[in-house]
């Protein structure tokens, strides 16, 4: 299975229908001391190569445990979690690390930037490691930072910081990009700005982007909202249109 997530990924038609997960009463137990905390109960879902979903609970909801399940940084207790027809559920360290390095692009609430380097440097980190990356300077022209390559984090807004660690995330290439609450540290303008740049990542590159947000606002950029509640997807909802970041209001 490792020799799966050794290659480039290679680029999803936008909208396709293929399925790139699938997961099949996937069940997550933390167990801390005597009790046992079920953070996922049983959660069936497919998504799908250019679809854009969030997935939308309160805090406790099952949200980013699901989100770590499907980015390889955890696995579930039971059931399944096929990725473009593997089974990650099993995998051992080696596969989810190369997994995660190929074909997954992470985005969370606080950018993780490095302060000492420069925009383009942080990307840089990335791209060296990658086998068929953009350029940094590719990275930061879609995310509109084309400008401020050369600035370091200090020298950069918050919004600024988050868009350079989209770019960084998709530097890669990778065929999913998650993103865990990515607006929840930035004011309404910024955090436009920065759904912007998440929506032309998903619409120019098709890849399949998934956004946990207790946010209901952001469910009308969305293909599918996946509304979840003590840890079970208990709504789903198709948006005929989409709505464009930037017609958001909250």
């Known amino acids: 299975m490792l020799s ?16 790139v997960y699938e997961a099949k009463k996937v069940r997550k137990v933390y167990h801390t001391g005597n009790l046992d905390l079920v953070a996922l109960h049983g959660v069936d879902l497919s998504l799908h190569a250019g679809e854009l979903v969030c997935l939308l609970g309160a805090s406790g909801s099952g949200k980013s445990t699901l989100l770590n399940i499907l980015g390889g940084l955890d696995l579930p207790t039971s059931g399944e979690l096929i990725y ?24 969370f609430q606080f950018y993780n930037l490095i302060p000492s380097l420069t925009a383009r440097e942080n990307i840089a980190l990335i791209t ?56 929840g540290a930035l004011d309404v303008h910024t955090g436009i700005t920065v759904l912007e740049a998440v929506e032309r ?40 249109k989409r709505l464009p970041a930037a017609a958001l209001k909250w």
């Open 128 to 183: 060296n490691l990658a086998p068929n990356p953009m350029s940094p300077e590719e990275a930061l022209e879609m995310v509109g930072l084309g400008a401020r390559m050369d600035h370091f984090p200090s020298q950069l807004s918050g919004g600024e910081q988050q868009r350079v660690a989209i770019a960084r995330a998709i530097a890669k290439r990778p065929e999913v990009l998650l993103c865990d609450e990515p607006t």
């Open 201 to 240: 990542i998903n619409r120019e590159l098709g890849t399949l982007t998934v956004i946990i947000t207790h946010n209901a606002v952001m469910s009308e950029m969305a293909d599918r909202v996946l509304y979840l509640s003590d840890g079970k997807i208990v709504n789903e909802v198709h948006n005929e």
């Open 84 to 107: 473009k027809g593997w089974p990650l559920h099993g995998a051992n360290d080696e596969t989810l690390t190369m997994f995660r390095r190929n074909c997954v692009g992470f985005v």
């Open 4 to 19: 799966a997530f050794m290659m480039p990924p290679l680029s999803p038609p936008i909208r396709s229908q293929a399925v």
